[in-house]
């Protein structure tokens, strides 16, 4: 099932954009009794938006908003339920930072939520400060410095 995961940007406002909105609120905002449509999601139309597809259906999104010069957010992480534990993160990260890197992106910094710190951890992302938190659960500040990439993210 793994091999057949495609990652790739989705254009906001697009069909597929709208069934990101959808996951993001099932998996990130529905367990804290929260729903996505009262979120400020102004800085959607700026972020570069990474989804893994599982043949035509959405099964992960993230997205990258710019902070600073050389700079970029990583943001609303989520992947579907099914399918978590099968690399589906790991391969939408490391698009996501080629992506970043041809971009001319020099660093990517995220919240991490405290249970995916570890996750995180292992794809080389550091933890900086002390736990905080955000909408009512325990986060990090991570940071990962890009190198230069020889691959293109279109290699997915």
């Given at each position: 099932m793994?091999?057949?995961?495609?990652v790739?940007?989705l254009?906001?406002?697009?069909?597929?954009?709208e069934?990101?909105?959808?996951?993001?609120?099932?998996?990130?905002?529905?367990?804290?009794?929260?729903?996505?449509?009262?979120?400020?999601?102004?800085?959607?139309?700026?972020a570069?938006h990474?989804?893994?597809?599982?043949g035509?259906?959405?099964?992960?999104?993230?997205?990258?908003?710019?902070?600073?010069?050389?700079?970029l957010?990583m943001?609303?992480?989520?992947?579907?339920?099914?399918?978590?534990?099968?690399?589906?993160?790991?391969k939408?990260?490391?698009?996501?930072?080629?992506?970043?890197?041809?971009?001319?992106?020099?660093?990517?910094?995220?919240h991490?939520?405290?249970?995916?710190?570890?996750?995180?951890?292992?794809?080389g992302?550091?933890?900086?400060?002390?736990?905080f938190?955000?909408?009512?659960?325990?986060?990090?500040?991570?940071s990962?410095?890009?190198?230069?990439?020889t691959?293109s993210?279109?290699?997915?």
């Open positions: 793994i091999d057949s995961i495609q790739r940007q254009a906001y406002g697009s069909g597929e954009y069934e990101s909105l959808r996951l993001r609120n099932e998996v990130l905002r529905r367990p804290l009794g929260m729903e996505i449509a009262n979120d400020d999601l102004s800085g959607d139309l700026s570069l990474v989804g893994a597809f599982a035509e259906r959405l099964v992960g999104i993230l997205l990258l908003r710019p902070k600073s010069a050389g700079v957010q943001k609303q992480v989520a992947v579907d339920e099914s399918l978590r534990g099968r690399s589906v993160g790991r939408m990260v490391e698009y996501a930072e080629t992506l970043a890197a041809a971009q001319g992106c020099e660093e990517i910094v995220l991490a939520r405290e249970i995916a710190v570890p996750f995180y951890e292992r794809l992302y550091a933890r900086e400060g002390e736990r938190e955000e909408i009512g659960i325990p986060h990090y500040v991570m990962k410095k890009l190198g230069r990439r691959d993210a279109n290699a997915n």
